[in-house]
């Protein structure tokens, strides 16, 4: 089965940092997806990209959010100055014709 | 007002204790209604995707139904390994690339 792939793993920073969580979704999908789940929360979506471009965000995904596709398989989202409630399990999916697959996640932790 | 409810929050079974689990969904035009299996600091893992009432999609040890309103995941005869967290989404929206909407999830544990 193919796979999501996410880095890194975990990730610590202070509050304020800026930080970059990167994702290399399944090749031939062509809709890419960041979710996050706070610790003992549901799954929360926060922003979807098609076709090189935002195509939906949760009122979540503020201006202190971007997502890219700087070349042609990796997804990155970045976070400007993280706060202390931006720490969560952050997930990178990708969907094909019917299957949506989720990455392992990066466990963020704002200190 | 809360579009994905799973009942029940946990649920211990013995193994071979067949069970299922219920997700009710209120949603204005359904486009898809999935399955997912969580374990511990994992990410989800895709089980099956719904389309419409009456289809049903079976995996292993798993069955999946969906009326006009809920879905089952039916587990039959269970194993310790099958025990992790369920987690129900459902997607509306008017493109095959539309937002997942997750229920909170059914915590499931099989005892050998």
């Known amino acids: 089965e193919p796979e999501v792939t996410q880095t890194p793993s975990h990730q610590v920073t202070q509050m304020g940092q800026e930080v970059i969580l990167r994702c290399v979704p399944i090749s031939n999908h062509l809709y890419f997806y960041w979710y996050r789940q706070i610790l003992g929360q549901k799954v929360e979506f926060l922003v979807s990209f098609y076709n090189n471009e935002i195509s939906e965000k949760s009122e979540i995904f503020d201006d202190q959010f971007s997502v890219e596709r700087p070349d042609g398989s990796n997804f990155t989202l970045k976070i400007r100055s993280t706060k202390l409630e931006d720490s969560a399990m952050y997930f990178c999916?990708?969907?094909?014709?019917?299957?949506?697959?989720f990455g392992s996640g990066t466990q963020l932790s704002v200190l | 007002e809360d579009q994905v409810t799973q009942s029940p929050e946990a649920l211990r079974l013995q193994e071979g204790e067949s069970s299922s689990l219920n997700c009710s969904y209120t949603?204005?035009?359904?486009?898809?209604l999935f399955w997912y299996r969580q374990d511990p600091g994992k990410g989800p893992e895709f089980l099956f995707t719904?389309?419409?009432a009456g289809e049903e999609k079976e995996k292993e040890r798993l069955k999946a139904t969906l009326t006009k309103k809920e879905s089952f995941l039916h587990i039959t005869a269970p194993k310790p390994e099958d025990s992790a967290t369920y987690l129900c989404a459902v997607q509306e929206g008017e493109t095959s690339g539309s937002r997942l909407t997750f229920g909170e999830g059914t915590q499931l544990t099989v005892n050998p």
């Open positions: 949603v204005s035009g359904l486009r898809g």
């Open positions: 719904l389309y419409s």
């Open positions: 999916a990708s969907k094909g014709w019917e299957k949506l697959f």
